[in-house]
């Protein structure tokens, strides 16, 4: 089977001992070697994580039972509420050209030029389907590093650029796995233009976002002040 290399994410975990000592952890997602298993954990995760992100208004998301295919087929399919199916793809954002792996991938990132770089890599995959496809088609894209982890400022420019693009799918989203089952996800398209009204990109061309390595944290422990 096909391998597939991943980056470090995870969480950072405080556990809290009754004598009130404090125990730090960072807690790594452990993602499958083989790349049809890696994108199976994100298809569920995805699945999983979106229902929750949901829940509280008391609705559930409209995806479910994601089943993966053969190759040289769509990923997965996917079933909607109303029994029919659909069609799943998956596109992880890791440029790692630009760094050569992930472990040097930089702390920071210029969301301006990462939101252009991930919409490119949405419309080079809309290129595939450019004619009838019979089916709903939903793209979620992932990532597997914590220095990729969007920011507020990268999700809306990324729906921005979107917005400027004719594409063949239903919808786009950008999901961050953290935990098994669970993480942050985003829909990246469609999306209301009116939630958009007055942004300016250009805004963002020279702004920078630093992500924390949570390989790195210390907990230090001290008084409390008086």
Same mark, same amino acid.
């Given at each position: 089977m096909a391998k597939k290399p991943t980056g470090t994410i995870g969480i950072n975990r405080v556990d809290i001992?009754?004598?009130?000592?404090?125990?730090?952890?960072?807690?790594?997602?452990?993602?499958p070697p083989e790349k049809d298993a890696i994108e199976m954990l994100i298809a569920?995760?995805?699945?999983?994580?979106?229902?929750?992100?949901?829940? &509280?208004t008391g609705m559930l998301w409209f995806m479910s039972e994601p089943t993966q295919n053969t190759e040289n087929d769509f990923d997965f399919t996917i079933t909607l &509420? %109303?029994?029919?199916? @659909?069609?799943?793809?998956?596109?992880?954002? @890791?440029?790692?050209?630009?760094?050569?792996?992930?472990?040097?991938?930089? @702390?920071?990132?210029?969301?301006?030029?990462?939101?252009?770089?991930?919409? @490119?890599?949405i419309m080079k995959k809309a290129v595939h389907y450019s004619?009838?496809?019979?089916?709903?088609?939903?793209?979620?894209?992932?990532?597997?590093?914590?220095?990729?982890?969007?920011?507020t400022s990268l999700i809306n420019l990324v729906c921005y650029f979107l917005i400027q693009e004719n594409h063949p799918f239903d919808g786009v989203y950008l999901y961050a796995p953290f935990q098994p089952g669970a993480g942050e996800g985003n829909v990246l398209?469609?999306?209301? &233009?009116?939630?958009?009204?007055?942004? %300016?990109?250009?805004?963002?061309?020279? %702004?920078?976002?630093? %992500?924390?390595? &949570?390989?790195?944290?210390?907990?230090?422990?001290?008084?409390?002040?008086?």
């Open positions: 001992h009754l004598d009130g000592d404090a125990i730090h952890t960072f807690v790594k997602l452990d993602f569920q995760d995805f699945v999983t994580s979106m229902n929750a992100k949901v829940a &509280p &509420p %109303n029994g029919n199916t @659909a069609w799943l793809e998956l596109i992880e954002i @890791a440029p790692l050209e630009l760094f050569g792996g992930f472990d040097h991938v930089p @702390a920071d990132f210029k969301p301006y030029d990462l939101a252009k770089i991930i919409t @490119a890599k004619g009838k496809l019979g089916k709903e088609l939903y793209l979620p894209t992932y990532i597997t590093h914590w220095g990729f982890i969007p920011s398209a469609p999306i209301d &233009p009116k939630f958009l009204a007055g942004f %300016n990109p250009e805004q963002f061309k020279d %702004n920078r976002v630093y %992500n924390m390595d &949570p390989t790195k944290v210390t907990l230090i422990k001290g008084q409390p002040s008086e």
